[in-house]
């Protein structure tokens, strides 16, 4: 730790963010208003005020602010019979974000900022306001959360490697698995450039086996990522231009595909909307038959949703799935 002030200590800034953001997933996670007294004692921030007058006027300010940002915070009677004190909460359905459509450079950019929420999702006192929540019996709303901790991640296992291997200019092997071959091939490869191109990753890098330019959707890298030789063993041509050496390669899937799908009942309603058709099951499964573009990502939405999604049709989609759910279960710890 530094001793000199102010180093490392969170801005005025991050502070007001943090605030936000625990109230919103407070009253988010409440099924009933609750009363100032207990909103405070359940947002960090709002305990360490020095006095009651002073927690009053934060409240007021970041009522205002949330409201201003489009967010539904409403107040509400806590009991019919004593209207004195309100309560607050916000309502989940109205919360919700109908569907939107993003262009690539879009998807891109939010891709890279998923990444970041990923890895510090809810962490520190977010965290901490909701195990408050928790032990203080608050009926709590688990739903309401989803959208704002994701539940699997299953960003491209090999990303951190690969991209490393860039930066240090070492020699990659890999297992790479191409759309159209069932079976995995070794690459040994030199790494030029990681690009997003249209939402999703790729390496640009010169194959020592084939002697020639390669490119790579990191999202096809099976297993591990071997690095090896010396740091700086070659040099990137002067002339490389990443992104139109990934433009001249990759193109987008636009064929739509069928797929079906077992989905558990209350669940998977973006999947829902998007359905040619929705069937029942029994009391616990529908069939939800629907189209869809780029395997690849489709497979990493659906395995988003865990046991409340299974694959049914086609078997490319089926492998898919389970091999980004091995993964997310190999990241944390288990054994596939």
Known sequence: ???????????????????????????????????????????????????????????????????????????????????????????????????????????????LASRTWAQASLAGPAAAALRKLRAAGVERDVDALIGIEPRLRTTEPAFDAVKDGVLRRVVLTFGYRRPEAAEVQVRTVQPWSLVSWHGRWYLNAFDLEREAPRVFRLSRIVGTVKASGRAGAFEVPEDHEPQAMVRRVARPQTQPSPAVLRVRRDTGHSLRRRARTVGSVDDTWDLVDLDHGDLDAFAEELAGYGPDVVVEQPPELVDAVVERLRGALAAHGGRG
């Open 1 to 111: 730790m530094s001793n000199e002030p102010g180093v490392g200590a969170p801005s005025a800034a991050q502070v007001k963010t943090e605030r936000l953001l625990n109230l919103v997933l407070v009253l988010l996670y409440t099924r009933r208003p609750l009363p100032k007294a207990q909103i405070r004692s359940l947002v960090p921030q709002y305990g360490q005020s020095a006095s009651t007058e002073a927690f009053e006027r934060m409240f007021e300010r970041d009522k205002d602010e949330l409201r201003e940002l489009g967010i539904p915070l409403v107040t509400e009677d806590i009991d019919p019979l004593h209207e004195d004190e309100p309560g607050y909460r916000i309502h989940q359905r109205e919360y919700a974000l109908p569907d939107i459509a993003f262009e690539p450079d879009e998807l891109a950019v939010l891709g």
